[in-house]
């Protein structure tokens, strides 16, 4: 309850409205005070009370637009005050849900509380909340309806005789010197796009040839010309404020909802929507030129062939393609329901639909997520990341190899799902789009041509680390890592207990993601995610049996897929975040009761204690490491710890060194050996997290490894054939498919 009313209190329109309130209770209760020598005395700043007159009374019954208002610095001579002035006090809702409209029927814009990804500026297509603002009287009305309150005095402002504070001239509140200059309507910036890129529609003569003009030849107005996909990013990018590379994405989007409005069932649209999304076809057509470019092609291999002396048949052959291409797209336009062109009338619509009433976060959420779903999956994410490998300069390397655009891809939707689906739900809800850094990440990518520089999910050295590392351990390339697999990470610093802990406890990537599969058990690749059905219920995948019930961990895992190591290596990398922080708390719980007590970090511990004392290292008691422990994690409860205790601000960074403590040897070893001077100078360097500083100094590692291999290779194509053929073996570097290879 204290959180919700800080969160209300802390909208700017509310804070003022409470501080005008309380001025004014304060003002009466002072100078009723003096002004009444007999007065009842009252407590400061509460208002006096007053026996309402027979009048008064009558008023009230009657429903009179007068309604009396002791508090009130502006009562009249009879002790009322107006219905128009008392609204002045009306504290607004903390909340008001879009398309919300008056008794009136007048639309109003939505009232959230005020946030970063909010709009300053308004977003109603023709300016209605700005005009409303600018023309209801010297001071406006606010957006919801009411008289804003006064600003907060300046300093040179003078205080009145009554204790108030003195009102600023009109021209300082109304639209006078020294404003901001009123917004330029969507409208008219949608306006200006469409006449500078816009091209007219094109209609049928007599003679059936298509014109692009009017009638009397002047220039087409807006509302009749379209926007093609490639002159429809400046829409998506300055009108929307999307990224530039989410544009072929929203023109589909923006199509398919269009076509689908006159449609009544579900089954209708879910057709229509299937049709989007897997026929090709459809794609080709989208916010390409219409058929009038055939025709000039057509023209144009015509000439040749009249020059050449074709035949009349050769000629009736092309005639027959034409025809065939022209029933071939009109079938792919009739598939994608009609319209393949966004107009004016149709992105205005769009926009009072879908953009209007929403803040940026509330777009993303709508327009990522299928029409048709509460949730973002996923494959939702697959079309945004395929254009950015299609348009983004930083990727352009990997255009030739599609095996890494697509683990790319794989790697950059499950860091985005390890970060923000936090619940490891596998839906994302827009709540935890509101709460995340994603929309941030993906504007700095759009505006940011080294995709390096951009560490959140998108680094493509932060791919190479992960996949490496994966490939590293996959000796057998099945894109399978077992037990024995995972117990060689990091030169083997981890204990065989929280190995078997990982795939036994440890949370699964998408793991409440339900989905009916087509394609038999038997017949889906090695390596894919165990599906369920809509009721939550497994379904078993090769031999990687998963028993999921109810998005809980009930059962084992006989592998892990490269989605389960990124969610183990981002965790193991960087345990200074709470995502990493409730991954390693679930796997060393071992009874599951949320309580980590002396026994289990005992059993955990008594592991390390052998293999320090068989690497010759010096013993360390457990009694020593838990007290030196529980200092750093100051836990809330001696006899044991829950995972809230991690999660203090003060003790975040140091309490991964308790979870390498129990089971990550090497880790343990240098904590317990650090140089003070080199922790100062890590705090001090220009990564922000562990895992940034981690993925660099490993990538760094690979490409010097790189290096020297392509270096032994050419000293390898110096030996002559007979040197070769005796000495073979003495040269052969692993180059040829061995577990250090690197996957490029």
């Not at 025809?323 to 009609?338: N, V």
């Not at 390498?660 to 240098?670: I, S």
Request: aromatic fraction near 10%.
């Amino acid at each position: 309850m204290d959180e919700l009313l800080v969160s209300w209190l802390g909208s700017d329109t509310v804070y003022e409205e409470v501080l005008t309130l309380i001025e004014n209770h304060r003002a009466f209760a002072s100078n009723n005070s003096n002004n009444s020598s007999n007065s009842v005395l009252s407590p400061p700043g509460s208002p006096t009370r007053r026996v309402k007159s027979d009048d008064e009374s009558k008023s009230l019954e009657e429903g009179d637009s007068k309604v009396a208002y002791p508090g009130s610095d502006n009562d009249d001579e009879d002790g009322s005050i107006n219905k128009k002035n008392d609204e002045a006090r009306h504290i607004p809702p903390f909340y008001r849900p879009p398309g919300t409209r008056t008794i009136d029927g007048m639309k109003t814009p939505p009232l959230r509380q005020k946030r970063k990804d909010n709009f300053d500026q308004d977003q109603s297509w023709d300016g209605f909340f700005s005009r409303k603002n600018t023309s209801s009287g010297e001071r406006g009305e606010d957006r919801d309806g009411t008289m804003p309150p006064p600003p907060p005095p300046s300093s040179d402002s003078s205080v009145g005789t009554g204790g108030g504070m003195s009102v600023p001239s009109t021209a300082a509140m109304g639209n006078g010197a020294g404003t901001t200059p009123p917004m330029t309507p969507i409208r008219d910036q949608v306006t200006a796009i469409f006449n500078e890129l816009g091209k007219g529609l094109p209609k049928k003569t007599k003679d059936g040839v298509e014109s692009y003009e009017s009638d009397d030849g002047l220039e087409v107005d807006a509302e009749k010309k379209y926007l093609t996909m490639d002159n429809f990013v400046k829409i998506t990018k300055d009108i929307c404020s999307f990224p530039t590379f989410f544009n072929r994405p929203l023109y589909k989007r923006i199509l398919y909802l269009w076509n689908r409005r006159n449609m009544e069932t579900l089954e209708e649209q879910l057709e229509l929507w299937k049709e989007y999304d897997e026929n090709d076809a459809i794609m080709s057509v989208l916010g390409v030129e219409p058929f009038s470019n055939l025709n000039d092609k057509t023209d144009k291999e015509e000439k040749p062939k009249e020059e050449e002396g074709g035949s009349v048949e050769e000629t009736s052959k092309d005639e027959m393609s034409l025809e065939q291409r022209k029933m071939k797209l009109e079938e792919s336009i009739k598939s994608a329901g009609g319209d393949v062109l966004i107009t004016y009338d149709i992105f205005h619509w769009f926009w009072c639909k879908e953009m209007e009433d929403f803040d940026l976060s509330e777009r993303f959420y709508r327009l990522v997520k299928k029409p048709y779903e509460n949730y973002i999956g996923r494959e939702d994410f697959s079309p945004y990341i395929k254009e950015l490998l299609r348009d983004h300069p930083g990727l352009e390397f990997l255009s030739n190899h599609a095996e890494f655009q697509d683990k790319y891809a794989v790697t950059v939707i499950t860091r985005i799902f390890y970060s923000v689906n936090k619940c490891h739900s596998g839906r994302i809800t827009a709540r935890q789009i509101r709460r995340s850094d994603l929309l941030s990440a993906f504007q700095q990518v759009d505006e940011e041509e080294d995709i390096n520089k951009v560490t959140r999910y998108f680094s493509y050295e932060h791919f190479y680390v992960l996949y490496c590392r994966f490939w590293e351990l996959d000796h057998d390339r099945d894109y399978k890592i077992t037990r024995e697999d995972l117990s060689k990470y990091g030169d083997q610093c981890l204990s065989h207990m929280i190995v078997d802990r990982i795939f036994d406890a440890a949370p699964k990537p998408f793991e409440g993601e339900t989905k009916i599969e087509d394609t038999p058990v038997e017949e889906k690749d090695e390596g894919e995610d165990k599906k369920g059905d809509y009721d939550g219920n497994a379904t078993e995948e090769g031999d990687n049996k998963i028993k999921v019930k109810d998005g809980t961990n009930n059962g084992t895992r006989e592998y892990l897929t490269y989605e389960d190591f990124i969610f183990f290596m981002l965790s193991e990398e960087d345990k200074a975040n709470d995502i990493s922080v409730h991954y390693w708390f679930s796997c060393i719980d071992v009874d599951g009761d949320g309580k980590l007590n002396n026994m289990e970090m005992r059993s955990f511990y008594a592991l390390q204690q052998h293999r320090m004392q068989s690497m010759g290292h010096e013993h360390i008691p457990f009694e020593d490491m838990l007290c030196q422990m529980i200092d750093m994690v100051k836990p809330a409860n001696n006899d044991f710890l829950v995972v809230e205790d991690f999660l203090q601000t003060e003790c975040l960074q140091v309490s991964g060194s308790l979870f390498d403590a129990l089971f990550n040897l090497n880790k343990y070893m240098q904590f317990e050996q650090r140089d003070p001077f080199q922790e100062r100078q890590k705090r001090e360097d220009e990564f922000e997290t562990d895992w940034d500083r981690f993925a660099c100094m490993d990538y760094n590692r690979l490409a010097m490894e790189e290096e020297a291999r392509e270096e032994d290779g050419m000293e390898i194509d110096w030996v002559t054939v007979e040197d070769d053929e005796e000495e073979g073996e003495d040269f052969n570097l692993g180059l040829g498919g061995g577990a250090s290879e690197a996957p490029f």
